[in-house]
């Protein structure tokens, strides 16, 4: 069977987690392949709202294998204590699988990661705080510490008075930081490795096996396209090292790239941004505080960050980026999240094109950030006022939201396969089952 990509369209917040926990029924592994945990899902089911950081969102299935791969770096104590609240809520955990080639978060990296930002000044580029970025730096430089070393008890001790030796005098010398203890540091992340160790194996393997065996795999994204370091608008993009596309997810994992034959693209039915960078069609207005608040959309719908609770900057639909980030995951089909939201509004607007240097420009240009004059064309639609969150199907839906999310469709290149009208599970519009035929 082939692998999905499930891929944020956007600049991540898309509702990734909402979709993966819909379709994850569907498959037996379910695989998170990227980022760390400054990148967050949001959940809701039977038992209650659940926010992830690490886990796959399949975690809520007890009859699937969800895996940690290869391509995340893990924050051993984040990671322990959301393990912890998901088994006190109820949820089991025993099918969890921890990848020993995962990179692991080391206390020296959230210093650095707040100490670069600071003196980055005026030029910071707005991170979670989380040290991911610089796990990741670590990785690429080849001074990381790997999940395999740290629960090699014989090994451990080493490897870590080697990189805080090298760590320290970087604190020390450029940041005019207090140096980190290595006792400490070793008796904190032996004691977690010792609770992690259960967890760990070669999970390349275990995906391998999965897809020679003719499973469905899934592989869960984390974080949006347009953050993604090569192809995001750079330099107010993520770390994360595979890629925040659907060519990263093979990488991330362990797995060939034949073995993804879909790429499902989650984009959202208007546009947010959390942290810097550009956004050319963000709003200022009460339509911009109306989207953030949820919108004509049910309770619970409000627009801040899962990770760090941080208002996001909303905006209309931006069909440029839209269409760029679908041909960039070769995208087959769409999940369109939050239609509900924008319940209650006379009209809505897309982004059709852009007008750059009085041209007019229908693709991304590379110096996004820096061009201050790239002022959205919108095409204005009808707006509707009826409740949507409990339609089933697409026929049922106002007229004037079909309209807008067939135009959507357009833009974006791919068929809209189902439709969020609310958070809850059962709350989606489902035009094709793409793991089956036509519903």
């Known amino acids: 069977m082939p692998a999905v990509v499930i891929i944020g369209g956007q600049w ?15 498959c037996s592994l379910i695989a998170r392949y990227s980022a760390g945990t400054n990148a967050g899902h949001t959940v809701i089911n039977d038992l209650g709202k659940f926010a992830l950081h690490l886990v796959p969102a399949g975690i809520f299935y ?22 912890a609240m998901l088994s006190e809520r ?5 099918n969890l699988l921890i990848s020993d080639r995962a990179h692991v978060i080391m206390p020296w990296h959230q210093v650095i990661d707040s100490a670069d930002e600071e003196l980055r000044g005026s030029q910071a580029i707005g991170t979670t705080g989380t040290g991911t970025g610089p796990a990741f730096h670590d990785k690429v430089s080849r001074i990381g510490i790997r999940v395999a070393d740290l629960i090699n008890k014989d090994k451990f001790p080493e490897r870590l008075e080697e990189v805080l030796n090298y760590k320290n005098k970087v604190i020390e010398k450029l940041y005019d930081r207090e140096s980190l203890n290595f006792t400490s540091i070793l008796e904190q992340y032996s004691a977690l490795a010792d609770r992690l160790r259960p967890y760990v194996t070669d999970t390349t393997s275990v995906v391998q096996e999965s897809h020679e065996r003719g499973e469905m795999i899934l592989l869960e994204g984390a974080q949006g396209s347009l953050l993604d370091l090569d192809s995001g608008t750079y330099p107010y993009v993520t770390s ?3 890629a925040s596309v659907a060519a990263g997810a093979a990488i991330g994992i362990g797995l060939g790239p034949t073995a993804i034959e879909r790429v499902v693209g989650v984009y959202k039915a208007y546009q947010t941004r959390v942290g810097y960078g550009a956004m050319p069609t963000e709003l200022f207005d009460e339509n911009a505080e109306k989207l953030r608040e949820g919108g004509g959309g049910v309770a619970g719908t409000s627009e801040y960050g899962t990770t760090t609770g941080r208002a996001r900057r909303c905006g209309w639909f931006d069909g440029v980026l839209a269409g760029y980030t679908s041909r960039l995951n070769g995208v087959t089909s769409v999940a369109l999240t939050r239609l509900d939201s924008l ?10 094109a852009y ?8 693709a991304l240009p590379a110096e996004v950030n820096e061009a201050s004059n790239l002022v959205p064309i919108y095409e204005e639609m009808p707006g509707w006022s009826e409740d949507v969150s409990s339609v089933r199907n697409i026929n049922d839906l106002p007229r004037e939201a079909i309209q807008y999310v067939r135009r959507i469709e357009q833009l974006v290149g791919a068929p809209i396969d189902m439709i969020s009208v609310g958070p809850e599970r059962d709350q989606a519009i489902v035009t094709r089952d793409i793991f089956g035929g036509n519903l």
Do not use: Q, W
């Not at 109820?90 to 025993?94: E, L, W």
């Not at 319940?343 to 059709?352: A, D, H, L, N, P």
């Open 12 to 26: 991540g917040d898309e509702g990734k987690g909402r979709v993966v926990d819909f379709h994850a029924r569907y």
């Open 62 to 83: 007890g009859d699937k294998t969800c895996l940690i791969g290869n391509g995340v770096v893990i924050d051993p104590d984040k990671l322990l204590k959301e393990i």
């Open 240 to 242: 994360s090292v595979p």
């Open 90 to 94: 109820g949820v089991d955990t025993s």
């Open 355 to 362: 007008e750059l240097n009085g041209k007019r420009v229908t």
């Open 343 to 352: 319940t209650g509004f006379s009209s809505v607007k897309i982004c059709v």
